[in-house]
């Protein structure tokens, strides 16, 4: 065995705390995931803060790190973490009835961020206006669901109609109430002198 | 929940690289061959992997069990009509058999996580994605692994401390904003110091990795892996 003698290239400071950020956004998407709160209208309906994360993730990092982050979420769900809903992991819940939504997670994260920062680099996340941010955010929740849907209606061999009515109908109302939640989280101290 | 069993079967001693290449290829046969006697020959080559991989049927899938609303909602949302005979079986036939491969694939996916330690999948992503893009996403899930019991806790903390203050009589909204805000404040704060410490650490883009040797007792595996998608295709 010979020891390698090429020199360490290391990471530019820049990338290196957007990784961190990456890593820490993926990370508290898993954690959030066994956490459930219960349905006010349909008690059966467990309700995570996954998308919430995605929110978060496409108006804090911007669309091109929101994206690793989420890249970096699905990978490790595939590989054994258990990061999705439930605690649990694997290709067969990726390609699985919920599949859809996991598929989208990066594609909102990245919708999110493009619409709020646009394409001229990043803004500081509460310099967003209000009605860019809500734009942005019902993009990503629209992009969230329509993912979700076609999962859905892809692996169950079912019909749009019927796909649509077994999994957005239901979680539409707390979606609306997660966007809200967003907007006052982004313009709260959480985000202050970053 | 699903992870590592330190064992020494078959299935363990593979590659990790052959078996992501094996669970793709029953994947891509499985949306293929989505008929009765596609699933009967699939079925068994599952049994026989968890059988090779000791991987408990029976306690797999039911660990699996938040997922049986959306499994029984298709066959029945589309077997449904409205008016007479109510039900129609024959509407319901595919979403069914769609519902049975869903099955198989959480049990092929439930023998590699039992078999893979994250370390191995770690490596094998990174040799299997090329460059930097390979070495941010491989460094990444190891980070994530890290990370995960630290933000568990910090949740759990920011749930007590709300349930401490009646949090749980607050609106749901109210609640999701609470521990959005809380949670983000913690994450940036340990992104920060995490960044800090990468840097000091040098964090470097060629990284020394575990070594992966694949042996002789890849290639049959390598060999089922092939045929499937040949049948696939075919």
């Known amino acids: 065995m010979s020891t390698p003698t090429d020199s360490v290239e290391l990471v530019g400071d820049e990338v290196t705390g957007n990784v961190a950020r990456a890593v820490l956004f993926a990370a508290a998407t898993s954690a959030t995931a066994p956490v459930d709160m219960v349905h006010p209208l349909a008690p059966n309906v467990p309700?995570?803060?996954?998308?919430?994360?995605?929110?978060?993730?496409?108006?804090?990092?911007?669309?091109v790190w929101a994206g690793v982050a989420f890249v970096l979420y699905l990978l490790?769900?595939?590989l054994g973490l258990p990061v999705f809903a439930g605690g649990n992991a694997g290709l067969g819940v990726l390609l699985g009835p919920t599949g859809g939504f996991l598929f989208g997670f990066p594609l909102a994260a990245m919708t999110v961020g493009a619409i709020a920062h646009g394409t001229g680099g990043l803004t500081a996340p509460d310099a967003v206006s209000i009605p860019r941010l809500v734009v942005a955010l019902l993009a990503g929740t629209a992009v969230v669901y329509a993912a979700g849907a076609a999962g859905y209606s892809l692996v169950q061999a079912i019909g749009p109609v019927a796909a649509v009515s077994a999994v957005v109908l239901p979680f539409l109302p707390v979606a609306g109430l997660k966007v809200a939640a967003t907007?006052?989280?982004?313009?709260?101290?959480?985000?202050?002198?970053? | 929940m699903i992870g590592y069993v330190e064992g020494e079967t078959l299935v363990h001693r593979l590659d990790p690289r052959?078996?992501?290449?094996?669970?793709?290829a029953l994947a891509v046969a499985a949306f293929a061959h989505t008929t009765p006697r596609g699933l009967l020959v699939l079925s068994t080559a599952v049994l026989g992997i968890c059988?090779?991989?000791?991987?408990?049927?029976?306690?797999?899938?039911?660990?699996?069990?938040?997922f049986l609303p959306f499994l029984l909602a298709g066959p029945l949302i589309e077997g449904a009509t409205l008016g007479a005979p109510w039900f129609v079986p024959a509407d319901a036939a595919t979403p069914a058999l769609a519902s049975y491969r869903v099955l198989l694939l959480l049990l092929v996916s439930t023998a590699y996580l039992r078999t893979t330690r994250v370390r191995e999948s770690r490596a094998a992503i990174q040799r299997l994605l090329p460059g930097r893009a390979g070495v941010v996403l491989g460094a990444g899930v190891g980070f994530v692994l890290r990370f995960l019991p630290l933000l568990r806790h910090d949740l759990a903390t920011i749930r007590a401390a709300m349930?401490?203050?009646l949090g749980s009589e607050r609106s749901l909204y109210e609640r999701v904003r609470l521990i959005g805000v809380t949670g983000l404040r913690r994450v940036l704060a340990r992104a920060d110091r995490f960044a800090l410490a990468l840097q000091a650490r040098c964090f470097a883009w060629n990284p020394t990795l575990p070594r992966l040797d694949p042996t002789w007792r890849d290639a049959p595996a390598v060999a089922a892996g092939v045929a499937l998608l040949v049948w696939a295709v075919g």
């Open chain 1, 47 to 63: 309700i995570t803060l996954q998308t919430l994360w995605v929110y978060l993730a496409g108006v804090v990092l911007g669309p």
């Open chain 1, 76 to 78: 490790a769900g595939l």
């Open chain 1, 183 to 194: 907007v006052a989280i982004v313009r709260s101290d959480a985000l202050i002198a970053r």
């Open chain 2, 18 to 24: 052959t078996k992501l290449f094996v669970q793709a």
């Open chain 2, 51 to 66: 059988r090779l991989s000791a991987t408990p049927v029976a306690r797999s899938l039911r660990s699996y069990r938040a």
């Open chain 2, 163 to 165: 349930d401490a203050r």
